[in-house]
């Protein structure tokens, strides 16, 4: 079974003027299917630029990038672009939702764009399996403002699911959330991980970090570590304390 992402000695260079920035230098790496890992560093560090690599939003200027098997280094935007919608679930710190379209409809979006289209009823099943992995079931018909939200990022990570992607791919998705919901999103990866989905994730937060399997950090456009989480948290297990925390704190009041 060959990798979601393998990354062969892949750099990224910008020119401004006569100026080269080496945002990315000489990164290799793999990720097997089924694997939950977070891409971390600080502002500079190349872990925006990783992102756009790894979501065929850029292109490596040295080196390969091969997406569950395909080589995009020969492929146009319009072939780039469906390999996108086929292959790659995105999930972003901005929700990105239709404001005044149900959480079902914005599910069934992807599936509009794809190279082979569905029937009305086809999407609506996937979309409903999609919302029900998240356990939305019985929000379909509401919109985002009827939403929490941690609600509307679970109907965002349903509508990366829908076209059942190679790789989900999030960029700082708790970022607008508080520590609660937060884990609240981390229990929801990991239950998807769980099912065999291979994740990446893109974030500056330790804590967060550790609802992953694979933590590789980046500094100065190259990656400086890449670990297994050893003591890895629990999100399931976290809700639990923080429900028994509320209920003692109202206790106390």
């Keep these: 079974m060959h990798p979601v992402i393998l990354l062969d000695s892949v750099s990224k260079i910008y020119r401004s003027g006569d100026v080269e920035v080496h945002a990315v230098r000489n990164v290799s790496l793999q990720v097997q299917p089924g694997e939950f890992i977070a891409i971390m560093g600080s502002s500079g560090s190349g872990k925006s630029t990783m992102m756009n690599t790894l979501g065929c939003l850029d292109r ?20 780039l672009a469906d390999l ?56 379909t018909d509401h919109t985002p403002n009827q939403l929490s939200g941690g609600q509307q990022q679970r109907v965002a990570i ?42 990446a994730m893109v974030t500056h937060e330790p804590d967060i970090a550790r609802y992953t399997k694979r933590n590789v950090v980046m500094r100065d456009g190259v990656i400086v570590s890449d ?22 704190a109202k206790l106390v009041k």
């Design 60 to 79: 490596p200027t040295l080196g390969r990038y091969l997406l569950d098997g395909v080589d995009i280094s020969g492929l146009d935007r319009d072939q």
């Design 84 to 139: 996108r919608n086929q292959k790659i679930g995105f999930i972003f710190q901005g929700f990105n939702l239709l404001s005044r379209t149900t959480a079902l409809e914005n599910v069934e979006l992807p599936m509009m764009y794809g190279k082979h289209r569905l029937s009305a009823k086809e999407q609506r099943e996937r979309a409903l399996w999609a919302l029900d992995l998240v356990g939305l079931s019985k929000r």
């Design 158 to 199: 349903a509508r990366s699911l829908v076209n059942n992607p190679a790789l989900l791919l999030a960029d700082e998705p708790t970022g607008n959330l508080d520590s609660r919901t937060s884990v609240e999103i981390m229990d929801a990866f990991q239950t998807l991980n769980d099912k065999g989905i291979t994740i």
């Design 227 to 248: 670990i297994l989480v050893a003591d890895r948290s629990n999100a399931k297990n976290e809700m639990r304390r923080l429900d028994e925390e509320q209920r003692a």
